[in-house]
T-cell receptor, first 114, second 114 residues
């Protein structure tokens, strides 16, 4: 595997389910990100982890719970979601926190909440 | 507050025609500017970026963008498009004194027709 991978690629869940999204980066980076991409809206930054420490939580509802067990893996735990949470969830990584660093994105998980 | 505006949600164009995708930003401080491209069913990839120096930056596949500070713009251009350029293009900005926070526009879908 190379780059940034995400699993699953598609997920359908009910509002009472609990599921997790997984992201893995194979680039040796030390910062990882979760974004939400909804149709016709800008990408919304949800969480940022730098050296496995959460450094940004962008007013995200508590039904989204991130976890970063090491610098290569990032999870997004989901529970009691709402239909408006349906979106493409993108993971990204970068080397360092500097604003000029390129972020490398995974292909995303398409989430549908029924 | 930072924001990025991409006024055109979709730009249809014929193959081999020139194209310009518009991007305007607002910020009270110096910024770095980026264009990312998203091909169908893939994550975002960096196309080009402006950090400093020459205001005209180029990508390896023929795109270019020019930073215009007075007009706070960073429009993307290509003199002759190919079918394979069909994708979603996102303009993004980060402030020089911030860490890891990219602000994205809502995207412009470039549709190249034969």
């Amino acid at each position: 595997e190379t780059g940034v991978t995400q699993t699953p690629r598609h997920l359908v869940m009910g509002m009472t389910n609990k599921k997790s999204l997984k992201c893995e980066q194979h680039l040796g980076h030390n910062a990882m990100y979760w974004y939400k991409q909804s149709a016709k809206k800008p990408l919304e930054l949800m969480f940022v982890y730098s050296l496995e420490e959460r450094v940004e939580n962008n007013s995200v509802p508590s039904r989204f719970s991130p976890e970063c067990p090491n610098s290569s893996h990032l999870f997004l735990h989901l529970h009691t979601l709402q239909p408006e949470d349906s979106a493409l969830y993108l993971c990204a990584s970068s080397q360092g926190r500097e604003p000029y660093n390129e972020q490398f994105f995974g292909p995303g998980t398409r989430l549908t909440v029924l | 507050a930072q924001s990025v505006t991409q006024l055109d949600s979709q730009v249809p164009v014929f193959e081999e025609a020139p194209v310009e995708l518009r991007c305007n930003y607002s910020s009270s401080v110096s910024v770095y500017l980026f264009w990312y491209v998203q091909y169908p069913n893939q994550g975002l990839q960096l196309l080009l970026k402006y950090l400093s120096g020459s205001t005209l930056v180029e990508s390896i596949n023929g795109f270019e963008a020019e930073f215009n500070k007075s007009q706070t713009s960073f429009h993307l251009r290509k003199p002759s498009v190919h079918i394979s350029d069909t994708a979603e293009y996102f303009c993004a900005v980060s402030e020089r004194d911030s860490s890891y926070k990219l602000i994205f526009g809502s995207g412009t879908r470039l549709l190249v027709r034969p």
